[in-house]
């Protein structure tokens, strides 16, 4: 069985998974700086995929309106989210030097 797709690797994060594919160092063995960019691209890949999900339910016209509308919300939050995390590494980052 492909381990990318058994239900112990839907457990794992994207990153995590790259390690173990040798892609990245394991999360023990990385800077603070490369952490952060970890971090930094787990949060836009999710809300990429956020995005496509969003998509794909507009076109195929699954989802009522009630739900397209719940759903953006869920995607404006997002957004927020991650606007407001990298201005939150951004700061962090001017802490530290």
């Known amino acids: 069985m492909n381990k ?9 994060s994207p990153v995590d998974l790259a390690a173990e594919q040798g892609k990245e160092k394991p999360w023990q063995e990385r ?9 930094v691209r787990e949060v836009l890949e999710g809300i990429r995929g956020g995005e496509r999900f969003r998509a ?15 759903l953006d919300q869920i995607m404006e939050h997002a957004l927020i989210y991650r606007d407001g995390f ?8 001017e802490e530290l030097k």
């Open 56 to 70: 794909v339910m507009e076109e195929s016209r699954i989802l009522s309106d009630e739900e397209m509308v719940a």
């Open 31 to 39: 800077t603070p700086a490369q952490r952060q960019k970890s971090w």
């Open 4 to 12: 990318a797709f058994s239900p112990e690797a839907q457990k794992e």
């Open 86 to 93: 990298e201005a939150g590494l951004a700061a962090a980052g």
